[in-house]
Each structure stands twice: as structure tokens, then as C-alpha cells.
């Protein structure tokens, strides 16, 4: 299984981007999706989360500003980011715990994309 993330740049304060992120492999089902980001010198933070389901969450400092959606027929999950602020600067990696099927069972975990850099800068 594989996670791969497009879509960041470089933006004015204000600005929007959207971020895509698509898993591929031998893929049975995938429970939570989401973004997380990582600025320099930081710890790394959820940025949103998204269930099967539809449910969402979303950190405070995005909350009003980012909407996280996924399209399940196609394993891709979307982070639309609104009103950018300078802050908002990371490498945004987004993460699915994907269930795969091997040997007659399901595994479930944990996969990583490549990350992908947004700069909010004027």
C-alpha cells in the first residue's frame, strides 16, 4: 500500500490550496483518514481527521478555515485550505489506516505518504 500526496505550493497569506492524498495497493477497506503537518522545529500535529463514515475533527488553530472530505470509491482524501496564514507553513503528511487482505485475513494499520510542502508567504 502506498499514499501519495500532491498539491501543496506556494501561496499568499489569504490564499487557498488543496492538498490530495490517494492510497493504492491490494486494499480491502480504509477506516480513518487524515492530515497531519510538520513545521520546521516542531513536533509533528494533526492537522483533521475524517472516519469511513464522514465524521470529522479538526484541530483548533484550523477549525472555520480547512475542510477535510474523502471519496471512498477512489481511496483519496482532500484537505481544502481557506485563508491561509503564514503559521499555517508545514510539511502537510496525510496518514489512512488501511485494511489489507493476506493469507484468508484482514490487517489493519497505519500508512504514511510522502508529505508534501505548503508555504503561506508574501
Known amino acids: 500500500v502506498q499514499l501519495q500526496a500532491s498539491g501543496g505550493g506556494l501561496v499568499q497569506p489569504g490564499g487557498s490550496l488543496r492538498l490530495s492524498c490517494v492510497a493504492s495497493?491490494?486494499?480491502?477497506?480504509?477506516?480513518?483518514m487524515g492530515w497531519y503537518r510538520q513545521a520546521p522545529g516542531k513536533q509533528r500535529e494533526l492537522v483533521a481527521v475524517?472516519?469511513?463514515?464522514?465524521?470529522?475533527n479538526y484541530a483548533d488553530s484550523v477549525r472555520g478555515r480547512f475542510t477535510i472530505s474523502r471519496d471512498n470509491a477512489k481511496n483519496t482524501v482532500y484537505l481544502q485550505m481557506d485563508s491561509l496564514k503564514p503559521e499555517d507553513t508545514a510539511v502537510y503528511l496525510c496518514?489512512?489506516?488501511?485494511?489489507?487482505?493476506?493469507?484468508?485475513?484482514?490487517?489493519?494499520?497505519?500508512?504514511w505518504g510522502q508529505g508534501t510542502l505548503v508555504t503561506v508567504s508574501s
Open positions: 495497493g491490494v486494499i480491502s477497506s480504509i477506516d480513518d
Open positions: 475524517i472516519t469511513s463514515g464522514g465524521t470529522t
Open positions: 496518514n489512512a489506516d488501511v485494511v489489507t487482505p493476506w493469507a484468508g485475513s484482514l490487517f489493519s494499520r497505519a500508512y
